[in-house]
């Protein structure tokens, strides 16, 4: 009689490159893949021709602190990453980890370093350099970021159409304008908590970024009305703006905004007082608050 095992074969036997790595392997979380590797040799060499061939790699799917000679053993012979996830990596990623896998990586469209904060600029260059069809790049809480490996991101990178740049202090109005006279074909664009920032640089992204849908000026305290309206004037696309913490933007700037659909993070005066006045006084409820 057959075996059992033979008579139903072994996982193995199906061809590698066109079956188990683009059709099934990519279904596994990547914990799981990695604990693959201690089943038998084989399962090891699978592992590795998926690892090799991996277009995503995101670090949250192993953990929060992955080893460092295991990051650079993971990508080690990968040059088709499309999209690469290390948001707050700061405990053990650095420019000699990260480096060497953008060097190699030439498709990449999507990078993600939102809280890496032992980076240094040098990884913001080489990523100019690398990665000429980047599309969306997050650099949100990475206070290395300058104005010169910015201003390298710009000439190199001119098809971005998202920037995370929130609490980028170090930036400024000057830094943002060359950005976006490069990028003009930005769609999204976070300059948050950054007191640096103010209308010589919105206006700017107004006139350039005519394709704009989201912008994000949280607690931008240079900000004033008269950008606002620049911006209501230029970006016909604009979906959202956020813009609490901006004393300095008034509602009349707002109301051009808001009469179009536009979403806004600020309630429009009234609606915040009678807000007020239902958790201060208590009988705002018998009021009508839709105004």
Same mark, same amino acid.
């Given at each position: ?32 893949? $990695? ?15 998926? #690892? ?33 996830? #290390? ?10 980890? $990260? ?36 599309? =969306? *790049?997050? #650099? ?9 490996? $910015? =201003? ?7 098809? $971005? ?50 394709? *704009? ?25 604009? =979906?959202? #703006? ?31 007082? *009678? ?17």
């Amino acid at each position: 009689m057959m075996s059992l095992t033979s008579s139903r074969g072994c996982l193995l036997d199906l061809p590698w490159e066109d079956i188990l790595v683009p059709h099934i392997l990519c279904h596994l979380p990547l914990q799981q893949l $990695l604990s693959l590797q201690r089943v038998s040799k084989s399962f090891q060499s699978l592992i590795q021709l998926y #690892l090799a061939n991996m277009r995503c790699f995101d670090s949250s799917q192993i953990g929060p602190a992955i080893p460092r000679a295991a990051f650079v053993n993971l990508l080690k012979d990968n040059e088709v990453l499309q999209q690469l996830v #290390l948001q707050n990596c700061s405990d053990w990623l650095t420019d000699r980890e $990260l480096l060497p896998v953008i060097g190699q990586n030439h498709h990449l469209h999507q990078i993600q370093l939102k809280g890496c904060a032992q980076l240094s600029r040098h990884a913001l260059v080489a990523i100019s350099l690398s990665c000429p069809n980047l599309r =969306r *790049l997050s #650099l949100a809480h990475c206070e290395w970021v300058d104005s010169l490996s $910015l =201003r390298s991101l710009a000439d190199h990178c001119k098809a $971005l159409e998202a920037v995370d740049l929130t609490a980028c202090r170090q930036l400024k109005d000057e830094a943002i304008c060359y950005l976006v006279q490069k990028c003009s074909r930005l769609k999204s664009l976070s300059l948050a908590v950054n007191a640096n920032v103010g209308d010589v640089a919105v206006e700017e992204i107004a006139k350039c970024c005519p394709e *704009l849908e989201h912008l994000d000026l949280t607690g931008c305290l240079r900000v004033k009305s008269d950008s606002i309206r620049v911006l209501a004037e230029y970006c016909p696309k604009l =979906r959202s #703006l956020k813009v609490k913490h901006c004393h300095n933007v008034a509602e009349s700037s707002l109301s051009i905004l808001r009469s179009r659909g536009v979403e806004l993070d600020v309630e429009p005066p009234l609606q915040r007082a *009678l807000v007020l006045l239902q958790d201060v006084v208590g009988f705002a409820p018998f009021i009508n608050l839709q105004i």
